[in-house]
């Protein structure tokens, strides 16, 4: 999903709190919910000629709520600004809310035409403008609004959605029927956690925000959620002081590599040591140590024994297990030998899998399931894990302790403290092999750094998502590959240099 950069916020509100919270925002500066109504719509019309100050021919599809509001106001600036308008909205046998009479009315005391809902959609129309279902929805829309979302999207003109795409959950990103296809969301007042994760990233397009004015008022509240993204690295990752040595930057041991999956832990290993450890140990099969050792030669490469494994944890500062672990005897008894550690750890992969065989909870530890794990850990299916992100994430921390990154289309990272964050970072392309290992490998290098737990997982994810982003604007996301973030990592583990543009 692209955004529109600074201008959209790092907090984020539940969307039941926002509509409930909206009068009283709006009474605080002496509006009506009519005047916002007025700012909403002429917000998402600057927005539509900005980007398509071209297209002649709009199309608007009112919906039989405030949303609907919305799109009667954009209809009637359009049709002022010598727009062809056409209007379809939804029938209800129950009346308007009063805003949205109020501007349905004026866009027909303005000389507009109101279509039924089955009018075929004009091909001649080249923007479409949805304000069909706004933040209220929390089920799959009836059929007859679900034929007319997906004639929409079989429309060739591109289509801006006010507030939310129709479809679209605003509070978990979940979309349990149609969903509108939006090339642009204009969204108002404050930010929405469905606007972020899951079914988001296919359908918001670029993001745009405006606030209606009421600024001051949302700087006075405390927002659950957070948006994260590379503007923030500064705020976790410092410069380092002139005089450190790599004992000052942690010693991290990394425990995995089952036959034919060294690929996984040389990975792992390779991150750590890229996103700053100062000493990183990899403890995996006898057969693998020489191939890694030639590969990245900075490792310190042992073999897997009761000994190295037990001399290992006494010397770490962190320890990081699963990549290429295996659930066979080998991983297994490993497994039970750091689960009794009282370091900071990072569990991953099939170390997630012999969790959800052996359940226990523990507070110093950072899991980082992708949503086929995180179905094994909660005993459900992917596709509820995904319908609601925040919850499942939140859930597996309650169950399992310490920190849960919920990987995935917007990285959801929970906390034990109730502390919640979406990554607004990462892409296609880091759909591959190896990337979850190095990003185990950069959370775990941030925790060997003395970030707290919480932040190394916020942090490495945003960073691990930046630097895929920034390959992508060079090469685009297919056939990236997990180690190309090598190449990118250095500039957002160093979110202090200041560099000349290429």
């Not at 009506?32 to 002429?42: I, V």
């Not at 149609?178 to 670029?206: C, S, W």
């Not at 689960?339 to 990072?346: A, F, I, Q, Y």
Request: aromatic share 4%; with cysteine.
């Amino acid at each position: 999903m692209n955004k529109n950069g600074a201008s959209i916020p790092h907090s984020v509100w539940p969307a039941d709190w926002l509509r409930n919270a909206e009068k009283a925002a709006a009474d605080s500066f002496g509006l009506t919910l009519f005047e916002l109504m007025q700012r909403a719509g002429d917000a998402a019309f600057q927005v539509a000629r900005a980007a398509y100050p071209n297209r002649q021919r709009w199309l608007v599809l009112c919906g039989h709520g405030n949303n609907g509001g919305d799109g009667y106001v954009v209809a009637r600036l359009a049709q002022a600004a010598g727009i062809d308008v056409t209007l379809l909205a939804l029938e209800s046998d129950k009346p308007l809310p009063e805003e949205a009479q109020a501007a349905r009315e004026a866009w027909l005391d303005a000389g507009g035409e109101i279509h039924a809902p089955h009018t075929p959609l004009p091909e001649t129309c080249d923007l479409i403008i949805d304000a069909l279902l706004g933040t209220g929805l929390t089920q799959a829309p009836r059929e007859a609004v679900a034929d007319l979302i997906e004639q929409t999207n079989r429309h060739p003109a591109p289509v801006i959605a006010l507030d939310i795409p129709s479809g679209l959950l605003a509070q978990t990103g979940g979309a349990p029927g149609a969903v509108i296809d939006a090339a642009h969301t204009v969204t108002f007042i404050a930010l929405k956690p469905g606007l972020l994760t899951g079914r988001a990233r296919d359908v918001v397009g670029q993001l745009h925000y405006h606030a209606l004015g009421l600024e001051a008022w949302l700087a006075g509240q405390t927002a659950p959620y957070a948006r994260l993204d590379e503007t923030l690295l500064s705020h976790w990752l410092k410069p380092r002081r002139p005089g450190s040595h790599k004992g000052d930057n942690g010693k991290l041991v990394i425990i995995g590599g089952d036959h034919g999956t060294a690929g996984a832990i040389r990975m792992t290993g390779e991150a750590a040591l890229r996103a700053g450890a100062g000493l990183v140990r990899v403890l995996t099969r006898v057969e693998n140590i020489a191939p890694l050792i030639t590969a990245r030669p900075e490792l310190m490469v042992h073999e897997l024994t009761s000994d190295t494994l037990d001399e290992s944890l006494t010397w770490a500062d962190v320890v990081v297990i699963g990549p290429g672990l295996g659930q066979q005897e080998w991983g297994k008894t490993a497994l039970e030998k750091v689960r009794g550690c009282d370091k900071p750890m990072l569990w991953d992969a099939d170390a997630l899998n012999l969790l959800a065989i052996a359940p226990d909870k523990r507070h110093n530890r950072i899991l980082t399931p992708h949503p086929g794990e995180a179905a094994r850990l909660l005993n459900r299916r992917v596709a509820e894990i995904e319908s609601d992100r925040l919850l499942s994430a939140r859930e597996l921390a309650q169950r399992y302790g310490g920190c849960v990154v919920l990987k995935g289309a917007g990285t959801v990272v929970a906390g034990g403290h109730d502390e919640c964050s979406i990554i607004d970072a990462g892409n296609p392309g880091m759909g591959s092999g190896g990337m979850g290992d190095v990003l185990s490998g950069i959370i775990g290098a941030l925790l060997a750094q003395r970030l707290d737990p919480y932040d190394a997982a916020c942090a490495g994810c945003v960073a691990h998502g930046a630097a895929a982003d920034a390959l992508a604007a060079r090469y685009g996301t297919r056939g990236m590959l997990a180690t190309d973030l090598f190449s990118t990592l250095y500039r957002f583990v160093n979110p202090d240099i200041d560099r000349p543009e290429s």
